[in-house]
């Protein structure tokens, strides 16, 4: 808990861009969300309006069954007794520090800042955009530190499959 409460990624738009609602999910109690409906599947984007940095989730007793049911390689590390909390919170410490280094390289190369909503849209769109060769110039070091970022986020943050 005090981890979740530290870190937020999953809250933030650092791991996810969307959490796709269940049918069991109560529509009526999470209407404080922008919901989005593509093809009967409801989402909403992130970063989530009802996380709190300092508090953590503000809705945490109808937060949805997605939210209810993730947790994150780190955690499940910690709760397996794998990792201290200590390294825990330093891993976590060290994922902002990549964070904040993406989104300043990104900026300093004049990235479009509507990639910057969340951190996940920024490594997407840069990702994706990796394979055209003209374009490469335009990000320069932002490629590299996006990258190292991502590998960050894979090995201690993203399952490699969500929860059942």
Do not use: W
């Amino acid at each position: 808990q005090n981890l979740c409460l530290r870190c937020g990624f999953c809250c933030d738009g650092t791991i996810f861009m969307k959490v796709q609602l269940e049918e069991q999910d109560d529509a009526g109690k999470l209407s404080l969300f922008q919901i989005t409906s593509v093809q009967g599947d409801f989402f909403f984007q992130q970063p989530c309006f009802a996380f709190d940095q300092i508090k953590g989730c503000r809705i945490y007793h109808i937060r949805p069954i997605k939210c209810r049911k993730f947790s994150c390689k780190l955690l499940s590390q910690l709760k397996n007794q794998e990792l201290t909390f200590k390294k825990a919170m330093a891993l976590t410490e060290r994922t902002r520090q990549l964070k904040l280094a993406l989104f300043k390289e990104a900026a300093r190369h004049h990235i479009d800042k509507k990639f910057f909503l969340n951190t996940r849209t920024l490594v997407d769109h840069i990702e994706s955009d990796l394979p055209s060769r003209d374009r490469k110039h335009n990000y320069g070091d932002a490629r590299v530190r996006c990258a190292d970022f991502s590998a960050y986020l894979h090995k201690y943050f993203v399952r490699d499959r969500p929860p059942e």
